[in-house]
């Protein structure tokens, strides 16, 4: 097997399959050694269907003793399976007649799955299962590996490609020999440690996060990125950008028409960002401001400077939905200016796309928002002066470069916004090669969102709450827990969550949003919503950035121990919007630990972004694994820049020792941002 041939050279591995897992980041066979599960699974013991408990998963085997199959809402496939006197209902919304016939009486299952339900009605949602016939096979020897996944790559897929290519680590080349000096095992070792851990069931509660191979990995994946940093910031003046130096009429407008002032930390960071563009050294800038800081009129500005001295502007979101909203907010702005905006998004008429392609090629639109369509290569400047990335951390910093790339001969400045604050000694290193500017104060006149802990037993007094609070016009957001590796269980709780809403709220409009519908579906819930035809939102962390409805005055947010704090922090963002007292509820399920409490309890504390960012990054707790892990920030692969920031140093000094030889920095490089890297010397 050849490390570092294209997945397509895997048995079972082809070119479609190959790009699904290029959206996972992975494209060579050595990925595969750096794509680590992100949890285990238990399935090396059964537990008897008596003796299953709603609230954790178990392996168990019994007979089907009857399936029906009911019309509600959504149609559902229900199998009683049972055991020993005792039974546990499968529910399946998803299946073929095959499947269902399948499930005859008395056939004998073995199946795998969170269980729900209520203590002595156990139920199961979309289990895992296999039919047993004759001899039932052995358990699994080891625990089974959960990867990040994505639609159309399963996880049978994903094991069986790193099994594959597992008993080839030890041909991987050791790029960091210093790091024998340490008591860390060598790479092999550690990817072996880390992808097929042995079962072991005295594992202490409270085990150290991060074992010493999950270190070795992240000490050479951090080192990467500086080394990345080193040679990106060397070749920084090599480009030139156009010196934009308007008359700033347009802005003026702009600000003659806005309903209030400028905040002081808006005016300052409008001048530094001026003051860039101005210059023929391309801005580098990133902007951080806490949700509702008053970013967008930043990037306003900023797109306004550019587009008055006759250049274009490309505006990209890392979603969607997001980019749709900024897309709204700007069109708001600039239209009445007669400034063209061509709109880059996933569906669109060929058309259409063309129409504004051409419009961009001409020169004649000025401004293109869009998702990472932008990206691509059809999509051509005439005179690209400014690219404006929202939310950065989740495209990474190799995307960042190939953005920049579009400017022809000359560079593009670029301004890069983030809603997730980051601590400054931590901003210090990951955006070595960044000018910052802080948006460290909030628009006036907003009522601070009250937060409450509640107990999911109390669920009842929280939803009695709702039918008051909506009964007086107030719009509220229901957050279903955070489902980390499977957006379509993630969807079902979504489904049924509203479907049990709805029954318990007979009298308000109850809706539902979640990643599984088609976008065109999605975009109609969240117009009703903002319209004000729906009463309660039920909805899956799809809602976390950007959607902005000021009269939505109430958030619960189920299991919110499970999700990170900057994530919660995102999540509450979207209330407290419009004038009236806001509230949020954050549902936990109890028995909440000690470092599960503090870090709740630091979310009723304070409303502060970056403070929040701080008490993330100092509780590392024990066992907080699915607590403190962000979903989306995919710039790294193996670390974690909450968890990690003590290595952070380290890296940096190993990076220096490696940086003089090119050969091996490269080498590094490769490995861990991919060979396409836009660096200064590399790809
Ligand atoms: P962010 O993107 O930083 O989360 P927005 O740019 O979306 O925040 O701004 C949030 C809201 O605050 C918007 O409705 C915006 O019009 C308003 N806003 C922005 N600047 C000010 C200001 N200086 N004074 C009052 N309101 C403001
Ligand atoms: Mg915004």
């Not at 156990?122 to 625990?143: D, F, K, N, S, T």
């Not at 060397?234 to 347009?250: E, F, N, V």
């Not at 669109?348 to 869009?370: D, M, P």
């Not at 001969?409 to 901003?427: C, D, G, N, S, V």
Request: with cysteine; aromatic share 4%; hydrophobic share 40%.
């Amino acid at each position: 097997m050849d490390l570092d041939a294209p997945l397509t050279a895997l048995r079972g591995v082809g070119p479609k399959q190959a790009e699904r897992l290029g959206r996972l980041g992975l494209a060579r066979t050595h990925d595969l050694l750096l794509h680590l599960p992100l949890r285990f699974e238990d399935r090396t013991r059964l537990t008897p269907i008596r003796a299953l408990r709603p609230g954790s998963p178990a392996l168990f085997e019994g007979r089907v003793e009857g399936t029906e199959v009911v019309n509600g809402r959504r149609r559902m496939l229900l199998v009683h399976l049972g055991d020993a006197g005792a039974r546990i209902l499968l529910r399946f919304f998803h299946f073929g007649e095959r499947q269902q016939r399948a499930f005859g009486n008395g056939v004998r299952l073995r199946a795998y799955g969170e269980i729900r339900g209520m203590p002595g009605l156990p139920e199961c949602v979309h289990p895992e299962y296999r039919i047993l016939r004759g001899q039932p096979p052995p358990l699994e020897p080891c625990l089974t590996p959960v990867y990040p996944a994505t639609e159309g790559v399963s996880q049978r897929l994903l094991r069986e490609l790193v099994g594959a290519a597992l008993p080839e680590a030890g041909r991987l080349p050791d790029l960091l020999p210093e790091l024998r000096e340490r008591d860390l095992p060598d790479l092999a070792e550690a990817l072996e440690a880390l992808h097929r851990p042995p079962p072991n069931r005295s594992l202490p509660a409270h085990a150290p996060r991060r074992s010493p191979a999950l270190t070795r990995l992240v000490l050479e994946e951090l080192c990467a990125h500086q080394l990345a940093l080193m040679l990106h910031a060397g070749s920084r003046p090599r480009g030139r950008a156009p010196a934009l130096r308007p008359a700033g009429q347009l802005w003026r407008q702009v600000v003659a028409e806005l309903p209030f002032t400028l905040t002081g930390a808006q005016q300052r960071t409008i001048a530094e960002i001026q003051t860039d563009l101005g210059r023929q050294r391309p801005m580098n800038r990133l902007l951080q401001g806490d949700v509702g800081s008053g970013k967008t009129l930043v990037a306003v500005a900023a797109a306004l400077t550019a587009i008055e001295t006759g250049h274009q502007v490309a505006f990209m979101a890392p979603t969607e939905l997001l980019a749709r909203q900024h897309l709204r907010n700007l069109a708001a702005w600039l239209e009445p200016l007669g400034i063209a905006i061509a709109w880059l998004g996933g569906r669109q008429r060929k058309s259409e796309r063309e129409t504004l392609l051409s419009g961009l090629a001409s020169g004649e639109r000025a401004l293109a928002v869009g998702t990472h369509a932008l990206f691509q290569e059809q999509v051509a400047f005439a005179r690209l002066g400014l690219t404006i990335i929202d939310e950065q951390h989740r495209f990474g910093v190799h995307q960042r470069m190939a953005l920049r790339n579009k400017g022809a001969k000359l560079l593009p400045h670029q301004l890069i916004m983030t809603a997730t604050p980051i601590p400054r000694t931590l901003a210090m290193s990951l955006y070595a090669d960044l000018d910052q500017s802080v948006l460290d104060e909030r628009p006036p006149g907003r009522t601070p969102v009250k937060t409450a802990l509640i107990s999911s037993e109390r669920r009842d007094e929280v939803i009695a709450r709702i039918r008051v609070a909506c009964g007086d016009g107030v719009q509220a957001y229901w957050v279903c827990p955070l489902i980390e590796d499977s957006e379509t269980l993630e969807a079902e709780a979504a489904e049924t969550t509203a479907e049990r809403l709805r029954a318990a709220l007979p009298e308000l409009r109850v809706e539902r949003v979640h990643g599984r519908m088609k976008p065109a579906e999605r975009d109609a819930v969240m117009d009703r919503f903002r319209s004000g035809a729906i009463d309660l939102l039920v909805a899956t962390t799809v809602i976390e950035v950007g959607v902005d409805v000021p009269n939505a005055n109430l958030m619960i947010i189920e299991n919110a121990e499970r999700m990170g704090l900057s994530q919660l922090h995102q999540l509450r963002g979207r209330v407290g919007r419009g004038r009236r007292a806001s509230a949020c509820v954050l549902l936990y399920r109890p028995p909440l630990g000690e470092v599960a409490t503090e870090r709740l309890e630091a979310m009723r504390r304070t409303d502060d972004g970056f403070e929040i960012a701080e008490v993330d990054l100092t509780i590392r707790g024990p066992g907080e694994m699915l607590g403190t892990r962000q979903t989306g920030e995919r710039g790294y692969r193996v670390a974690d820049w909450g968890r990690d920031q003590d290595l952070m140093e380290a890296a940096t000094r190993l990076a220096r020792q490696v940086f003089p030889d090119r050969q091996r920095t490269q080498a590094l490089i490769r490995r861990w941002l991919g060979s396409a890297a836009h660096y200064g010397g590399v790809g």
